[in-house]
């Protein structure tokens, strides 16, 4: 019985370490800025994980076997560094990055003479590995009124309602489908209550130094702006007074302190609340 007990272990832990997605990232001799083409390989596989529950993500360094030990040891770190910025500014959450070490670098494996160029490009590289949360962390539900609830009722100068639900690709502009609803609601009622006047906040995670996060979609970096001003721009459009509105970017100056999902969000700033017009 108990080796039975041990092999369904040792197959389940065998599964579970093929769900280990790993990513290259290759540089130009003596570099370590990303070439183009790498970065655009690189944001489709941030795209390709961003929607996962990650347990941790290693970034490690190499270089090719030319240069001393100390010259390669300090240039894959600084690839390295390059490959964490990149996550940072497309807002996925550091804290889950728990190596980022340069290695130097990989001795060949010649082969034949003119393999060696090849080789050596194949070495100056970055390899990232995510590992996944196993097993997923469960769905965690309001607990707390809707944004909704909360503008029906009574509300004053100086309250900050979060939009729940409004959910946005992770660095981009633009909600998610499943978040069209509650965004349709929010409208409808802010139209009834004209006596109240707001500025809507945008916000972004992860990134450093409480700096704004890239806009993947126009390279710009302003995404709380642009969070921002797409919500603005979808009141308008649903006939609310553009007067009775403005909109801000707060970068990631107010982390909530939870998941790096939730701090990308929109919240409104109620600046008056008083008598409908």
């Given at each position: 019985m108990?080796k ?11 599964i579970w ?28 596989f ?5 929607t ?6 290693s ?5 090719d076997?030319?240069g001393?030990?100390?010259?390669n040891?300090?240039l ?5 560094n390059?490959i964490k910025t990149?996550f940072?500014?497309?807002e996925f959450?550091e ?7 340069g290695?130097?670098k ?6 034949t003479?003119?393999d060696?160029?090849k080789i ?5 590289k970055?390899e990232?590995?995510?590992t996944?949360?196993f097993?997923?962390k469960p769905i965690?539900e ?14 004053k100068?100086g309250?900050?309602?979060?939009l ?7 660095s ?10 509650t965004l349709e609601e929010?409208?409808?009622v802010?139209?009834?209550?004209k006596?109240?006047?707001f500025t809507i906040?945008?916000?972004?995670c992860?990134?450093?130094n ?8 126009t390279k ?8 921002a001003?797409y ?18 970017g ?12 939730y701090?990308?969000?929109v ?11």
């Amino acid at each position: 019985m108990k080796k039975i007990v041990l092999i369904g272990l040792l197959f389940s832990h065998i599964i579970w370490a093929q769900q280990e997605l790993k990513h290259e990232v290759f540089f130009e001799t003596d570099v370590f800025e990303v070439p183009e083409k790498e970065h655009s390989r690189l944001l489709i596989f941030l795209s390709e994980i961003e929607t996962l529950d990650i347990e941790k993500i290693s970034i490690y360094g190499f270089t090719d076997d030319r240069g001393s030990e100390s010259y390669n040891l300090i240039l894959s770190q600084n690839r390295a560094n390059s490959i964490k910025t990149i996550f940072s500014n497309n807002e996925f959450d550091e804290s889950v990055i728990t190596n980022v070490d340069g290695k130097g670098k990989i001795l060949l494996k010649l082969i034949t003479e003119e393999d060696v160029s090849k080789i050596r490009g194949l070495n100056r590289k970055v390899e990232i590995v995510v590992t996944p949360v196993f097993p997923p962390k469960p769905i965690e539900e309001p607990k707390q009124k809707t944004a909704k609830e909360t503008l029906e009722g009574n509300i004053k100068a100086g309250d900050y309602i979060l939009l729940d639900n409004i959910l946005f690709k992770t660095s981009y502009s633009y909600l998610l489908p499943e978040s069209s609803k509650t965004l349709e609601e929010i409208s409808k009622v802010l139209l009834k209550r004209k006596d109240i006047y707001f500025t809507i906040q945008g916000h972004v995670c992860c990134t450093q130094n409480s700096r704004d996060a890239i806009d993947r979609k126009t390279k710009k970096r302003n995404l709380s702006v642009a969070r921002a001003k797409y919500i603005y721009d979808y009141f308008v459009k649903k006939g609310i007074d553009s007067k009775r509105m403005k909109f801000v970017g707060m970068r990631r100056i107010f982390p909530l302190g939870g998941e790096a999902k939730y701090d990308r969000r929109v919240e409104i700033l109620v600046t008056y609340a008083g008598e409908d017009n």
